[in-house]
């Protein structure tokens, strides 16, 4: 433990929350000195719950004479990479929220500013550590799924109660559909598949191809449709984001993840789909939000008389059986959705702590963020197989 607890700002200050329940649990590791967001509404909840710390609506006032040495990134997420590099070049650690950058050229500078600053930079990733994620990747390292070759990897999450600001303006979830095309917002779909694969930066294997294909039954705009006046400016506007964008995605190794990302179609939300294949196993997870998880385990659960799989068990049962030693730390978390949320900001305090490697580098959080401008390249050339760069150069020596 270092002598004075990580001063972090707070950039961005809704989903910023997060922190708040944790903090217990990092008394005189963690503490939060100063909330930075354009919005005096934001500020005045933070100022009222917190009343000690100091508050900013401009990121460059804040940077300039800061109260902190780390920054939490929860802006929107087009502004995550500059506001990342930014506080790294003012000498902060960044603990930046998903998915780490949008573009090609900014996944290369985020590596270049921490090669450079030597700061500490995680993205966080809160689904590499939701107790069944943690159970698998537990599981796959007992080599309970034997040999692993096929993951899959979904966020099918509707945004589109999001699209509208009270305003009647586009909110900036709508924008990104007007002025994008890609596998958008791919990290919670890719983060625990990487790791159970060991495709990371420090791992066996890594990402290496992928090839995109995309296609939209207009949902955004049948959403507005129904909600604003023919006459509405809204409704004058054209999509290009795909309802539906599957990226096939090959590794090194020659491990194959299927990673589907769909955040308009009208269904109940499953942001957290993964299914896991290997010679002696598969996982699948629920098919909605709170539907338990399936697995089949060679050895453990039921096996027709000529040696075939019967059925799939609940995975609920192995989720206990096999439970991954750092989700007990959480036990006492009161919120079920904080447990992750702690175990993140744990790896991010102990990687500032001691001068470690956090538990999702730069090199990770650049290569899973850099499936949106890969994807949008693939489908541009009519879902070309694209080669996904070795950020870390490990090959390169
Ligand atoms: N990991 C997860 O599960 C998860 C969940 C939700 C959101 N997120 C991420 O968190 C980020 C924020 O999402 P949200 O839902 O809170 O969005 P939001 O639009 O509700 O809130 C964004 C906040 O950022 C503020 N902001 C705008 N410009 C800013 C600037 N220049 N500097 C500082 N703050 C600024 C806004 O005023 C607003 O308060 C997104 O990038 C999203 O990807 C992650």
Not at 12 to 40: H, K, N, Q, S
Not at 132 to 152: P, S, T
Not at 208 to 224: K, P, Q
Request: charged share 25%; proline share 6%.
């Amino acid at each position: 433990m270092a002598d004075r607890p990580i001063a972090l700002a707070v950039v961005g200050g809704r989903r910023g929350r997060i922190v708040e329940g944790a903090l217990p649990r990092l008394t005189g590791r963690l503490e939060v000195a100063a909330i930075c967001d354009p919005d005096p509404e934001v500020l005045r909840v933070w100022k009222e719950r917190h009343p000690e710390i100091r508050v900013y609506t401009d990121y460059d006032r804040l940077l300039a004479d800061p109260p902190c040495n780390a920054v939490f990134v929860a802006s929107p997420l087009l502004l995550h990479a500059s506001q990342s590099i930014k506080a790294m070049d003012a000498g902060m650690d960044v603990l930046c929220e998903v998915s780490a950058s949008q573009t090609m050229d900014d996944c290369w500078a985020l590596v270049e500013t921490v090669e450079r600053t030597g700061r500490t930079y995680m993205m966080a990733e809160n689904h590499c550590y939701e107790r069944d994620a943690l159970a698998v990747l537990n599981m796959v390292r007992q080599g309970m799924f034997g040999d692993l070759y096929y993951a899959e990897g979904f966020y099918l999450n509707d945004h589109s109660f999001h699209y509208i600001n009270p305003d009647g303006s586009l909110h900036w979830w709508g924008q990104l559909r007007v002025d994008f095309e890609g596998n958008w917002y791919p990290t919670h779909a890719l983060g625990p598949v990487a790791w159970w694969l060991d495709a990371t930066s420090r791992g066996s294997d890594r990402l290496s191809t992928i090839a995109t294909f995309g296609c939209t039954g207009h949902s955004t705009e049948h959403y507005l449709a129904e909600r604003l006046p023919a006459d509405h400016p809204l409704r004058k506007l054209r999509f290009a984001m795909s309802d539906s964008t599957t990226s096939i995605i090959t590794t090194e190794q020659h491990k194959m993840i299927v990673l589907r990302s769909d955040w308009t179609s009208r269904r109940p939300s499953n942001t957290g789909h993964y299914a896991l294949q290997g010679t002696k196993g598969a996982y699948h997870s629920g098919r909605y939000d709170g539907e338990p998880g399936l697995a089949w385990l060679d050895g453990e659960s039921p096996t027709r008389p000529n040696g075939l799989a019967d059925q799939f068990d609940s995975f609920d049962q192995y989720a206990e059986k096999y439970q991954h030693p750092r989700w007990a730390e959480t036990e006492d978390v009161a919120q079920e959705w904080d447990r992750p949320i702690l175990l993140m900001l744990t790896d991010f305090v102990e990687a500032v702590e001691r001068r470690t490697p956090p538990a999702i580098d730069v090199y990770d959080s650049v290569a899973w963020s850099s499936i949106t401008p890969l994807s949008a390249q693939s489908l541009a050339e009519e879902s070309a197989t694209i080669d996904i760069p070795d950020f870390a150069r490990r090959r390169a020596g």
